[in-house]
C-alpha cells in the first residue's frame, strides 16, 4: 500500500447520499430547481441522467450500493428484518484493504431497523465491512425505536420523548393524512437529521488522514418524509411553480392483482387530495434546497484541505419517491419517480475536463458506483467509467418476483416466470400513460429486441446467480 501511494495515483472519494431523492428533480440537463451546489458538481464532472436504482425499497438497494450485488443475489428484494454479515462482499472493504482510510457518517441501514436496538452496537460489524470509523444513523421512521448518536443529541437535549412521540403520532397510524401532513419540525435547526448529519461529516472530513488515500461517506437521511422542513428553508416553493404530479395511468386498472404496480396504486387508492400532494411536492422542494445547502457545505470543507485537487466528489440516492405521481407517495414500484436517481461524478481536478458531460442512457446505480469505487486506485478518471458506460445494455431494477428491464426508452416489466406484464415507451411517453404491451404482439423490432435481452438477463440472473443465504435475522 505505502509503495502504490508513492505513484501519487490514488484518488481520495467524498461520497455523498441521500434518502429518496428522484432523478428527475436533480438532472442538470433540466433542472426542476436551481440547486447550485449539485449543478456546479455536474458542470465540472459527469452526469448520467438515467440511472436507475437496483431496487425501488431501502434494504436491497442500499445493500447492493455496499456488496455490488444485484438484489436477487442477496435474496433481499423487497424491505425486510435482516442484516449483512461481517463476511459480506463490500467494496469498501477492498478498498481499505488496498490502504484506504474508510469514514461513513449517516444513513447505512445494512442493520436491521425493524426492531428496538442501538446502531452503536453495530460498529464491530461495520468495522468488518470496511469503516475505520462509523456514526450510523436510522431512518426517521426508525427513530422511533432504534437508538444512535442522532437520538442520544436528542436524549441530551432533553427533546427525545417528544420527538419520538411527534414520530409516532406521524406513523403511528399507518397510511394516514398524519404522515404526509406538512407541518414544522419540533427540534432545533442543529438536532434536525440531515443538519447534524452535515456538521458531524465537515467534522469527518476535517479529521481525513492527509498521509494516505480515504473516502468518506456521508449518508443523509432526507429527503425522505416526514414533510417538515425547517426554516429558513421551509416555504421557499410553491407548488404551482412546480411540475404537476401526473395521473395515475388507466391501465393500471387492467393489470393482475397480484402485479406490484398493481398493489401499490389500489393500496393508495382515494387517499391523497390534490392540496395534500402539492404540500408534499412543495415541502419536498424545500428539503432538497436544504440538502443543497449541506452539499456546499461538504464542498466548502472540502476546499479547505490540501488534498482537495486529489478528491473526487459522488452525489447518489438509494431511490426517489413517487410524490403524488398516479396519486401515490414513497417507493415500491417500478414508475419512473420511483426508481430513477441522481448520478453526479466529478473526478479530481487534475482529471476534470472543465464543462459538465451528460449521458442520457439507462445506466444501472449499482454497476456505476462499483465500477466508481474500483477505480479510485488508479486516479478517479472519467474515462474507464464513460468507457463502462458505453458497453452497457440498459438497466435491471427488482422489486419482489419482479424485474424492470430499461434499454433506451423502453421499459418492459416481467413476472417471476418471465412473463411480460407491462412496457412503457418514456421517450414519447414521459408521464407512462399508455402501456406499451401490444407492441411486443406485434412483433415490433426494437420491442422484440428488448424481450430477448430481457430473457437471457432474467436467464443470467436465475442460474447464474449466487443467492447469498447467510443474512442475519437482526
Known sequence: STAAMGSGAETNLLLISFDQWRG????????????????????????????????????????????????????????????????????????????????????????????????????????????????????????????????????????????????????????????????????????????????????????????????????????????DTPPPWHGRHRADALPAATPQPDWIADLPDTCELSKCARSWSGRLSQK????????????????????????????RRPDQASTAVLATADHGDMLGDGGMLYKGSFLEGAIRVPFIYRPPAESR????????????????????????????????????????PGAVVEFGEERLFIRGARKLCLDASGQPLWATHIGNDPDEQRNRIGALHQSQPRWIRLLEWAGQEQLRRSTGAWIWRNLTNA
Request: with cysteine.
Open 276 to 303: 395534500q400532494i402539492e404540500a408534499c411536492r412543495a415541502d419536498y422542494a424545500d428539503h432538497l434546497s436544504l440538502l443543497d445547502d449541506q452539499i456546499q457545505r461538504l464542498l466548502t470543507g472540502l476546499e
Open 24 to 227: 428527475d428533480w436533480a438532472d442538470p440537463g433540466a433542472p426542476v430547481l436551481q440547486l447550485p451546489a449539485l449543478q456546479s458538481l455536474a458542470s465540472e464532472g459527469w452526469s448520467a441522467r438515467r440511472c436507475y436504482t437496483s431496487s425501488p425499497h431501502c434494504v436491497p438497494a442500499r445493500m447492493s450500493w455496499l456488496t455490488g450485488l444485484n438484489p436477487s443475489q442477496l435474496g433481499v428484494t423487497r424491505n425486510a428484518d435482516v442484516s449483512l454479515p461481517t463476511d459480506a462482499p463490500s467494496l469498501v472493504r477492498d478498498l481499505q484493504q488496498r490502504g484506504w482510510h474508510t469514514a461513513v457518517v449517516g444513513k447505512t441501514h445494512w442493520t436491521s431497523h425493524f426492531q428496538t436496538s442501538d446502531l452503536r452496537q453495530n460498529g464491530p460489524l461495520l468495522n468488518q465491512l470496511g469503516f475505520d470509523q462509523a456514526c450510523d444513523v436510522a431512518g426517521p421512521r426508525a427513530l422511533r425505536r432504534v437508538t444512535c448518536d442522532l437520538t442520544e443529541a436528542w436524549r441530551q437535549a432533553g427533546l427525545l420523548e417528544a420527538q419520538r412521540a411527534d414520530l409516532q403520532q406521524r406513523y403511528g397510524q399507518g397510511r394516514s393524512a398524519a404522515a404526509w401532513s406538512v407541518r414544522p419540525s419540533l427540534l432545533p435547526n442543529p438536532l434536525y437529521p440531515d443538519l447534524w448529519i452535515a456538521e458531524r461529516g465537515l467534522k469527518a472530513l476535517q479529521a481525513m488522514p492527509s498521509d494516505q488515500p480515504w473516502l468518506l461517506w456521508v449518508s443523509f437521511v432526507g429527503p425522505h418524509e416526514p414533510f
Open 353 to 392: 475536463t472543465g464543462s459538465g458531460i451528460q449521458s442520457k442512457r439507462a445506466l444501472p446505480l449499482t454497476g456505476l458506483l462499483r465500477e466508481v469505487l474500483q477505480n479510485l486506485p488508479a486516479g478517479g478518471t472519467l474515462k474507464p467509467l464513460r468507457h463502462w458506460a458505453s458497453q452497457q
